[in-house]
Nanobody, 117 residues
Framework: QVQLVESGGGLVQAGGSLRLSCAAS????????MGWYRQAPGKQRELVAR???????YYVEPVKGRFTISRDNAKNTVALQMNSLKPEDTAVYYC???????????WGQGTQVTVSS
């Protein structure tokens, strides 16, 4: 089992910045990909960014150039720096890790990000 604890959400004006953090504990020896997803009201949960254990990074197009994902393998943490935030970035953001050879998903509790116009 892996437990994920997120922090860093909040309310910010358009153009502002927020930093999300996620700390993993438990069976952390076999964490592969770490990432962030988001779910806006009435929409499906979607990938925002992910980073592999080797450091390969993927961003979805809407956040490229504005968001930066990073991980600290020694501390088992993953962070998402969000700059130039837009109202359409408003959502609940979830930390995700994929564990073991089967890439089993574990999720954080979610943190609300609200961007006002």
């Amino acid at each position: 089992q892996v437990q994920l604890v997120e922090s860093g959400g909040g309310l910010v004006q358009a153009g502002g910045s927020l930093r999300l953090s996620c700390a993993a504990s438990g069976s952390i020896f076999s964490i592969n990909t770490m990432g962030w997803y988001r779910q806006a009201p009435g929409k499906q949960r979607e990938l925002v960014a992910r980073i592999s254990s080797g450091g390969s990074i993927y961003y979805v197009e809407p956040v490229k150039g504005r968001f930066t994902i990073s991980r600290d393998n020694a501390k088992n943490t993953v962070a998402l720096q969000m700059n130039s935030l837009k109202p359409e970035d408003t959502a609940v953001y979830y930390c995700n890790v994929k564990v073991g050879i089967r890439f089993v998903d574990y999720w954080g509790q979610g943190t609300q990000v609200t961007v006002s116009s």
